[in-house]
T-cell receptor, first 110, second 116 residues
């Protein structure tokens, strides 16, 4: 199983890029890296996922190192509404287990 | 389109009782997974069901069981409740297992269970 490690908290100024790191050194070759965020104990919201290549969607960009041992989620222009707990998770194999870390509390300041 | 729905939203039980939580997946999704999230921690995998069969099980005791119905909805049952079962129970649905976009799991709002 992919065990993930994230910093417990980070701060970011509104309008600036937020770069959230995740270490997943035990991830196996066929496991994907997923990112979710959770606000006020609601259900986690899907953000983005990747296997080897960098990925970008309307919400964020995902940079995965070549050795796949770590990744960075980039929110290009953080807003106050991006304040949340951000989780990276490994998984997406044939039986669908996602292994979540402890998450990073991102606080976006005005 | 409606997202994943779960019922009830909140539940209070006493130790030793049994509880049933319900989940309806996104239309067209055939796979349902259940997670337990204790306060301050990330979600922990309990089960995955696909096409009414259990495809994966996490490290949870036999007091936890689940099933999936022909319409792909699912129930999670917990027997002989303990105080430590107090948590947010999350249901997630995906198109099918197998990785990548098909496996992307979308979570419901959860059921908050309090065991007294």
């Amino acid at each position: 199983d992919a065990k993930t490690t994230q910093p417990p908290s980070m701060d970011c100024a509104e309008g600036r890029a937020a770069n959230l790191p995740c270490n997943h050194s035990t991830i196996s070759g066929n496991e994907y890296v997923y990112w979710y965020r959770q606000i006020h104990s609601q259900g986690p919201q899907y953000i983005i996922h990747g296997l080897k290549n960098n990925e970008t969607n309307e919400m964020a960009s995902l940079i995965i190192t070549e050795d796949r041992k770590s990744s960075t989620l980039i929110l290009p222009h953080a807003t106050l509404r991006d304040t949340a707990v951000y989780y990276c998770a490994g998984g997406g194999t044939s039986y669908g287990k996602l292994t979540f870390g402890q998450g990073t509390i991102l606080t976006v300041h005005p | 389109d409606a997202g994943v729905t779960q019922s009830p939203t909140h539940l209070i039980k006493t130790r030793g009782q049994q509880v049933t939580l319900r989940c309806s997946p996104i239309s067209g999704h055939k796979s349902v997974s259940w997670y337990q999230q204790v306060l301050g921690q990330g979600p922990q995998f309990i089960f995955q069901y696909y096409e009414k069969e259990e495809r994966g099980r996490g490290n949870f005791p036999d007091r936890f069981s689940a099933r999936q119905f022909p319409n792909y909805s699912s129930e999670l049952n917990v027997n002989a409740l303990l105080l430590g079962d107090s948590a947010l129970y999350l249901c997630a649905s995906s198109l099918e297992p197998g990785g990548g976009a098909q496996e992307t799991q979308y979570f419901g709002p959860g059921t908050r269970l309090l065991v007294l």
